[in-house]
């Protein structure tokens, strides 16, 4: 079964610092797609990122930027100059392509960011 | 653009009573799966639907059902509701069931069952 893990259950990091969210996961299938999404906290999902698993380039977009090593199953992901309103929990996600019509999300379980002035 | 409508936002039942939560895709999406999120956890994959069909079944008590109407929209329904119903429910949208694109998310229905 697929399976997430995020070992870092809340990071406290002062403003303009950098920090790396961690991310390991377990499959079996050779086709998937992970995910990165926030969760502030007014509740909402706000989808971040996906990846293939065919796509080991590494993305970077603003302040954000993603490891994707398929050697060690991982999907870090950086924030640079983190500010204040980069807090919020943090969610990695897989979601392993079984088939046409069966592809759900399996998450885990979130690291929680909190970015102090 | 139109993102995923859920409806309503907030709703708070006793023990025992029902619910029923609404879950609008995005147009042209033909898939939509259930999420909830206790205090403090990670979202938890209920069930999905795809072309009004169940897809998939995650960790649904049998106490909820749901399905997907013809206009692809989805209702949760839950009864004999418990105290620790209370959560965050996600209702997400995909077009053609694959999550090789973004699987979007609506803003939650908080339930709170007292």
């Known amino acids: 079964a697929q399976k997430v893990t995020q070992a870092q259950t809340e990071i406290s990091v002062v403003e303009k610092e950098d920090v790396t969210l961690d991310c390991v996961y377990e499959?079996?299938?050779?086709?998937?797609?992970l995910f990165w999404y926030k969760q502030p906290p007014s509740g909402e999902l706000v989808f971040l990122i996906r990846?293939?698993?065919?796509?080991?380039q590494n993305e970077i977009s603003g302040r954000y930027s993603w490891n994707f090593q398929k050697s060690t199953s991982s999907f870090n992901f950086t924030i640079t100059a983190s500010q204040v309103v980069d807090s919020a929990v943090y969610f990695c996600?897989?979601?392993?392509?079984?088939?046409?019509?069966?592809?759900?999300?399996?998450f885990g379980a979130g690291t929680r960011l909190t970015v102090k002035p | 653009a139109a993102g995923v409508i859920q409806s309503p936002r907030h709703l708070i039942k006793e023990k025992r009573e029902t619910a029923t939560l609404k879950c609008y895709p995005i147009?042209?999406?033909?898939?939509v799966y259930w999420y909830q999120q206790g205090p403090g956890q990670d979202p938890q994959f209920l069930i999905s639907?795809?072309?009004?069909?169940?897809?998939d079944k995650g960790s649904i008590p049998d106490r909820f059902s749901a399905q997907q109407f013809s206009d692809y929209h989805s209702e949760l329904n839950m009864s004999s509701l418990e105290l620790g119903d209370s959560a965050l429910y996600f209702c997400?949208?995909?077009?053609?069931?694959?999550?090789?694109?973004?699987?979007?998310f609506g803003q939650g229905t908080r339930l709170t069952v007292v």
């Open positions: 147009p042209r999406h033909d898939t």
């Open positions: 990846r293939n698993s065919f796509d080991e």
């Open positions: 639907f795809y072309e009004k069909m169940q897809s």
């Open positions: 499959t079996r299938d050779t086709t998937y797609y």
């Open positions: 996600a897989l979601s392993e392509a079984r088939g046409a019509n069966n592809n759900d999300m399996r």
């Open positions: 997400a949208s995909s077009l053609r069931g694959q999550l090789n694109t973004e699987a979007f």
